[in-house]
């Protein structure tokens, strides 16, 4: 589906991919509702971007189901139509094995990635359902198919959000609604500090892959999602361990391990 004169709303719009995807639709000519937590990040976005009207900003928490159930009406007040949604919205667990984080940490990584994400589809789907055409895009992680020791719930989360998007993916071929689940690898975004936790400390000089811009997540995931590709990867280390663990899931999975250990405290 082509972008240019469509509707999106976009979560996890303050920042990193979310917000870079908002500045791509816009520069192609798509009207945008960001969404995010952040109601500073939001009016730092529109200042930024200063697409006039072709934008709008709502702050809401997409686990308060009450305020997603509301939104949809309040887009189409605003735009008049919409065409597309695409969940950004996102956090990691603290780095730290499974025996060490507390159901709190978990309850919460969970709610966001999978509940939020839940109740953003089944609040829009019925106003893309009679559109000419529209699209849903559901961002997991390159943790959604491989294991990672330190952000196992974080995985298992995004895990969930590719196999609901892919089982939607499914349900919706008779319709005119497409569904794309995004597998970002490594990417620079600020999404550790936005999760309320510290970042592990890393040394870019000796990872195996570059990690990508945001911004170049972002046309990735517009240009597959104009493309309706069922399945999009970002970045070089999610396409190749995406291949290696369909082939060895074992080794796979002890390669990860053996690089996310020095990151376990």
């Known amino acids: ?51 006039g009207d072709a934008l709008s ?11 997603v159930a509301a ?32 159901f709190e940490a978990i309850e919460r990584v969970m709610n966001v990635n999978f509940y939020g ?17 529209a699209h849903i895009v559901n961002v997991s992680s390159m943790g959604g198919f491989l ?14 959000v590719k196999l609901m998007s892919e089982g939607l993916y499914a349900e919706l071929l008779d319709t005119n609604v497409r569904v794309s689940v995004v597998f970002p690898g490594a990417t620079k975004t ?6 309320g936790i510290a970042a592990p400390t890393t040394d870019d000089k000796t990872a195996s892959f570059p990690m990508l811009s945001a911004m170049s997540v972002a046309e990735i ?3 597959g999602m104009e493309a309706n590709k069922f399945q999009i990867f970002t970045g070089k280390d999610s396409r190749l361990m995406n291949r290696l663990y369909r082939l060895n899931p074992a080794y796979a999975t002890k390669l990860i391990a053996t690089q996310m250990k020095s990151l376990l405290r």
């Open 57 to 67: 900003i709502y702050a809401l928490n997409t686990i308060d189901r009450g305020a």
């Open 147 to 160: 294991p990672v020791p330190g952000q196992s719930i974080y995985g298992a989360s995004k895990a969930a």
């Open 190 to 195: 600020d999404i550790t500090k936005n999760s």
């Open 221 to 223: 995931l517009v240009d």
């Open 71 to 102: 939104l949809p009406d309040a887009v189409m007040q605003t735009h008049g139509q919409i065409d597309g949604l695409i969940n950004c919205a996102g956090i990691v667990q603290p780095f730290v094995k499974i025996a060490d984080l507390e």
């Open 1 to 51: 589906m082509k972008v240019h004169g469509k509707v999106f709303v976009v979560t996890g719009a303050g920042g990193g991919i979310g917000g870079e995807v908002v500045r791509v639709l816009l520069a192609r000519g798509a009207k945008v509702t960001a969404v995010d937590l952040r109601d500073e990040a939001l009016h730092a976005l529109m200042q930024r971007l200063d697409a």
């Open 117 to 133: 994400t839940l109740n953003m589809t089944k609040a829009f789907l019925p106003h893309l359902l009679p559109r000419p055409e």
